[in-house]
């Protein structure tokens, strides 16, 4: 049992957990992706594990929300396979809808705000816990830690896009999953809470959660990964395909003349 | 004789209209509604078999004078089908299908423009359809079409009066026989409007209450 941030978290607990469900991963393998005659992605092979983080950069447009909206079976690729856990799920699939479906087992942050607009920001962490069975526990310790104490019972429209932001966090993190998927969620935050979350995040895969972080942030991406064995980066380009890939140092010393490009381009907010 | 005078002297006549007008209402509303949202989610979720029809209807219906409609259904069409049918009914029938159109119109263009994000934040969140169906989609847009669903309901009890036209003895026929009797219209129509305000008055007080019981201004502050 470890103490961070006021939160007890028990490691073994989410271990465990995920030992006994037998096969521990979120893979997306040739995961293809066409909006009519463009293809957006193009035989992505993905890997997220437990208590590791997988970071996804590339140039806008290059398909990193539609690959995450894909791993989260929200709009199923073309082709492909995804397998959660003992989960497998085969595309091009006969059947529509999704049967035994990962969620929330498997959760997204999105880029976009969406908070349901009729709640206040306590009912939208409280209601899916609610509803899933999850026990409540230290709301008052995740509304301190992002600092929502004086807001959290305000509607959405009634605070800025920062604190809806650290509220679509909040409310993932309390649906206790095993992977989260986070669409390039420090966007709308400053550099404070950015800090505040990068911590946030590597309290999570300390606890065993896996995570898929789209960032265009590159030291966020480099705090994040912190050269642990498990954890890489993995570059999208243009073309919908993963690029290049590796550990940490690939930002340092990219192969590839793309990710070298995109490096070099990319203006860098420091967390400092 | 004073506007109250003449309510007191034809009460009873009075009672009799307001009671077909009222019935006329409580039909229209009840059956509008009920088949009128189950139509228009019907529309929503079988877009080719329900929602276009259901938009050509009423894109024709709209473009048909009410009494053309009522005049139509309760001659002609009769005699071509060779029945009879009580003009009351006759009544209910045209308003109800006025009024479910209009109501499955309502409900099948807010299901259609529901944002989609809403939804996926419940699929992540782990929620079942019912309880998205339950507990966001149904609150959210209800605050969304409350204010124009309880309109119309104004709206088809106002349009209650035309059924006079075809000999239903409703309030505004009482009036107007009261009317052919002692001849005083500003006194008999003013009861008229006072009935209507009655009964208006409720509907659009509940209408008010729940704009502000249930509905919030969602925009951003």
Known sequence: MVSQFGLNIDLQETFQKNNEIGIIMLIGRNITKSYGEVNVLKEVDITI???????????????????????????????????VDSKIYNFPSDNHKIENPPWPHLTVVFQQLFLWPHLTLRDNIVLPLKLNNIKIFDLDKISSLFKMEEYIDRYPNEVSIGQRQRAALARAFMLNPTYILLDEITSALDLEQSHIILNYLILLKEKGIGML??????????????????????????????????????????????LKKFLSEKPISDIT | ???????????????????????????????????????????????????????????????????????????????????????????????????????????????????????????????????????????????????????????????????????????????????????????????????????????NGLAIWLKYRFTRNLSEK
């Not at chain 2, 507990?135 to 209800?142: A, K, S, V």
């Not at chain 2, 124009?148 to 035309?162: A, D, E, S, W």
């Not at chain 2, 026929?173 to 219209?185: G, L």
């Open chain 2, 1 to 203: 004789m004073g506007v109250f005078d003449i309510i007191v002297r034809y009460r009873e006549a009075f009672l009799g209209g307001l009671r077909v007008t009222l019935s006329l209402a409580l039909l229209t509303w009840g059956v509008g509604l009920l088949a009128g949202i189950l139509l228009g989610a019907l529309g929503h979720r079988y877009r080719f078999l329900f929602g276009g029809p259901l938009r050509l209807f009423a894109f024709f219906l709209s473009g048909i004078p009410f009494l053309v409609l009522l005049y139509w259904a309760n001659f002609p069409l009769q005699v071509l089908l060779n029945v009879v049918i009580d003009p009351f009914y006759t009544a209910v029938l045209i308003l109800v299908v006025l009024n479910t159109v209009g109501v499955a119109e309502i409900c099948r263009i807010a299901l259609d423009d529901f944002p989609e994000q809403y939804l996926l934040s419940a699929q992540v969140c782990g929620l079942t359809s019912r309880q998205t169906i339950f507990h966001i989609q149904i609150p959210l847009i209800l605050r969304q079409i409350l204010p124009g669903l309880l309109n119309l309901q104004v709206i088809m009890l106002q349009m209650t009066l035309f059924a006079s036209l075809i000999s239903v003895e409703e309030l505004f026929r009482v009036a107007q026989r009261i009317n052919a009797t002692i001849y005083k219209p500003v006194e008999i129509y003013s009861a008229l409007a006072i009935f209507f305000l009655l009964i208006c008055l409720p509907v």
């Open chain 1, 49 to 83: 594990s437990p208590g590791k983080v997988t970071v996804l950069i590339g140039p806008s447009g290059a398909g990193k929300t539609t690959l995450i909206r894909a791993l989260a079976l929200l709009d199923p690729p073309d082709r492909g396979r995804v397998e």
């Open chain 1, 213 to 258: 972080v789209v960032t265009h942030q590159i030291e966020f991406a480099r705090r994040l990964i912190q050269c642990e064995e498990g954890d890489y980066i993995a570059f999208l380009g243009e073309g919908g395909s993963i690029i290049e890939s590796g550990g940490v140092n690939l930002l340092d010393n990219p192969k590839t003349s793309r």
